[in-house]
């Protein structure tokens, strides 16, 4: 079960905010002049050399990373940063997703590029964010590094386009948060967008960046050498980093430059730059070869509310994002915050199936985290420091998601979830169970076994609990 709110239809495009605007007049649509472009320049782009097939790859992790998987399974909750120049605009009075701005507004990239002349996040203090995480009881961070504006938010002598070079800030948040992770002992993970709506070279476009004006024509080779020479940029100059995660490939899905990509160049290079770091694309399909987890966005794994999670659930470790209201980057306007409780249901779901939570939270211009996130993120921790156990370092428990909530496990430790009130009892198809009491306070809970499995008594879940958690002590031998 979920406990995600019900959220209006949307378009099913990964982080459209506003519905495509119709084309009324005649002639050929915008759709069909959009795809017969880029088949036509498709067909004029030379074969990228030695191409190789993106699913015929294969991938064998190392050590190094395996122990990584396994400590990201352990970390159960990251949370996620959205921050870059569209940060400013706050989404323009729009609600829906303000960091897609500058193509929902149409903003040409020339236009654009003079938000980098105002970018100037005076009140960014790296350890104040790491603080707030920790706070939450999260294991790491991921940060968009680059976002499909095609703006570095770090130092990048790749190109200009970046937050030291071309802004009056100067200073390098990414290089700022690496220090500030490490000290704290948090892991630091860098968003990467394949999608670029400023690179000259990303041609033929895909979906989205119409509107950019950028000349048509553009070399797909020199944007890949691009984006490989500003990971090794992320994989050089940061110390040991938690990863990349990708997104974006999606704007190419129904293109031929879906088979471009060269996922699996790109993907040996990090491997090779950092064996221990993973590697996740939220690209919405099935895992390449090279990727260490697996991601799903807005959806519990296994549902598919938001309409982009069609894939199946792999067998790698799983990463659900998520945001607090509709948007992932800043948006004045959008105050409609998930609660607390929600959201530690949302986690505990996660849990329940095997997957973290990597929770969003959108910085405003001026570098700080929005004080309602804040104390959301407290919240969470608050409950974490009690529940913790139930959610860090466990598996998805023995029971599938039920409608009264989810199981976890650690050992011979099995959690039991109330996200809803199961009533004054509650029978499990599980045995060999010892006893079991509540988490939170440690009054026993009483229970008998049954020719079914194991039946709890005297529950009483109180009405305003965001997750009542009875831990049941399973007998050596279960
Ligand atoms: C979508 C959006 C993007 C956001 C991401 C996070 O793909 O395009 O704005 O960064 O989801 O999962």
């Not at 097939?53 to 190094?64: G, H, N, Q, V």
């Not at 476009?205 to 070399?219: E, I, Q, S, V």
């Not at 919240?379 to 466990?394: D, E, F, P």
């Not at 709890?456 to 609990?465: I, K, Q, S």
Request: aromatic share 10%.
């Amino acid at each position: 079960m979920s406990d995600l709110p019900v959220r209006p239809e949307r378009d099913r495009e990964p982080g459209r905010g506003a519905p495509t605007p119709r084309r009324t007049g005649g002639g050929i649509g915008t759709r069909a002049r959009r795809a017969v472009v880029a088949l036509a320049a498709a067909l004029l782009t030379p074969a990228a050399p030695a191409q190789e097939s993106d699913r015929a790859a294969t991938y064998t992790p190392s050590a190094e990373n395996l122990a990584a998987r396994r400590w990201f399974t352990d970390a159960r909750f990251g949370v996620f940063l959205h921050w870059g120049l569209y940060s400013e605009l706050g989404g323009g009075g729009d609600r829906g997703v303000a960091e897609w701005i500058m193509e929902n507004r149409k903003i040409p990239a020339a236009r654009y590029e003079r938000l980098a002349e105002f970018f100037n996040p005076v009140r960014f203090d790296a350890d104040a964010w790491v603080s707030a995480v920790k706070a939450a009881g999260a294991r790491y961070i991921v940060i968009t590094a680059k976002h499909h504006d095609g703006f570095a938010m770090f130092g990048s002598r790749t190109s200009p386009y970046n937050v030291v070079a071309a802004t009056p800030f100067r200073r390098d948040p990414m290089a700022e948060l690496a220090v500030a992770c490490r000290k704290a002992g948090v892991k630091l993970f860098f968003y990467y967008s394949q999608l670029d709506w400023h690179h000259p070279g990303y041609f033929p476009l895909g979906r989205t960046g119409h509107a950019a004006g950028r000349a048509p024509g553009g070399d797909w080779e020199s944007y890949l050498q691009f984006q490989d020479a500003q990971l090794t940029e992320l994989l050089t100059r940061y110390g040991p980093i938690g990863g990349i995660w990708f997104d974006g490939w999606w704007d190419q899905a129904k293109t031929p430059m879906r088979d471009r990509w060269q996922l699996a160049r790109t993907y040996r290079l990090i491997h090779r730059l950092q064996p221990a770091a993973m590697i996740v694309n939220n690209h919405h399909v099935a895992p390449f070869a090279g990727e260490d987890y697996q991601a799903f966005e807005q959806d519990l794994p296994g549902e598919n509310r938001s309409g982009y999670n069609d894939a199946a659930v792999s067998a790698l470790p799983l990463e659900m994002a998520e945001t607090m209201n509709g948007s992932w980057g800043f948006n004045l306007v959008d105050d409609d915050f998930k609660s607390p409780a929600t959201l530690i249901r949302t986690l505990a779901g996660a849990a329940g199936r095997g997957a973290n939570l990597l929770l969003n939270t959108g910085p405003m211009p001026d570098g700080r985290l929005q004080p309602e996130n804040v104390a959301t993120l407290a919240a969470i921790g608050r409950w974490l420091k009690v529940n913790g156990q139930s959610i860090h370092g466990t598996t998805a428990g023995p029971i599938p998601p039920q409608p009264w909530g989810v199981t976890t496990r650690a050992g011979r430790r099995v959690f039991v979830h109330l996200l809803r009130d199961p009533g004054s009892s509650l029978a499990l198809r599980i045995r060999g169970v010892r006893s079991a009491r509540l988490l939170d306070g440690d009054a026993p809970v009483r229970v008998r076994a049954t020719g079914e499995g194991t039946l709890l008594t005297g529950l009483e879940r109180p009405a305003d609990a965001a997750d009542q958690v009875v831990v049941l002590q399973l007998a050596d031998d279960a």
